[in-house]
């Protein structure tokens, strides 16, 4: 979605309230998208497909406001320290992975993994960033600017962190196998 956001920026940035609306989309890949969340519902718990359809609504939400900031060639302030994480925080659809663990077949009661999500979703932010060769606009570059750190520094601060927090989640989940099973297997995937 965020390679071909900023060619359907209006249908994007009118997704959410036609969602809610029950209005048809802008865009045909918007209408299909917004049935298939819908879907949710028959595979996983009522909270779960909420914090999944939130998630799907608020990185649409994010590729709109990064599009603008890119427009505009926004610089990012020194001050603005916790703008980059809130901006991946937003764009990195990582409450939508971290639940899409936990299907309801296998997972009937998101209480059994609740308290993990929190470090599945750093964990998830932290891994779905790609770097691309001359790439300006991503975590590790604007937490340098802002940072005045190197590039490469921050990289491996970010490892260090993904690596803390998935161990946090299996400790957290350990008293749990069938969650602990799919979040270990979740990990492996991402790597």
């Known amino acids: 979605m965020d390679n071909v956001a900023d060619d359907i920026l209006e249908a994007l940035a009118a997704f959410q309230s036609r969602f809610y609306a029950r209005q048809?989309?802008?865009?045909?890949?918007?209408?299909?998208?917004?049935?298939f969340m819908l879907l949710l519902y028959d595979h996983y718990e009522s909270y779960v497909a909420d914090a999944m359809i939130m998630s799907s609504c608020t990185f649409i939400?994010?590729?709109?406001?990064?599009?603008?900031v890119l427009t505009k060639r926004v610089t990012t302030k020194s001050d603005a320290k916790l703008w980059p994480y809130y901006l991946r925080?937003?764009?990195g659809v990582s409450g939508?992975?971290?639940?899409a663990c936990f299907p309801m077949?296998?997972?009937?009661?998101v209480i059994e993994y609740v308290q993990a999500i929190p470090e599945i979703l750093i964990f998830t932010n932290f891994l779905n960033d790609e770097e691309m060769?001359?790439?300006q606009h991503n975590y590790c570059q604007m937490m340098s600017r802002v940072s005045s750190?190197?590039?490469?520094?921050?990289?491996?601060?970010?490892?260090?962190?993904?690596?803390?927090?998935a161990k946090r989640a299996a400790q957290i989940l350990k008293d749990s196998p069938?969650?602990?099973?799919?979040?270990?297997e979740y990990e492996q995937g991402s790597m």
């Not at 048809?24 to 049935?35: I, R, T």
């Not at 939400?61 to 990064?66: I, K, M, R, V």
């Not at 939508?96 to 639940?99: L, P, Q």
């Open 105 to 109: 077949k296998d997972h009937p009661d």
């Open 89 to 91: 925080s937003l764009s």
């Open 133 to 135: 060769d001359g790439e």
């Open 61 to 68: 939400d994010a590729s709109c406001l990064e599009m603008r």
């Open 24 to 35: 048809p989309q802008l865009h045909p890949v918007l209408d299909c998208y917004a049935s």
């Open 178 to 184: 069938a969650a602990l099973k799919a979040f270990k």
């Open 96 to 99: 939508f992975y971290a639940y």
């Open 149 to 165: 750190d190197d590039p490469v520094k921050i990289l491996q601060g970010v490892a260090e962190e993904t690596i803390t927090v």
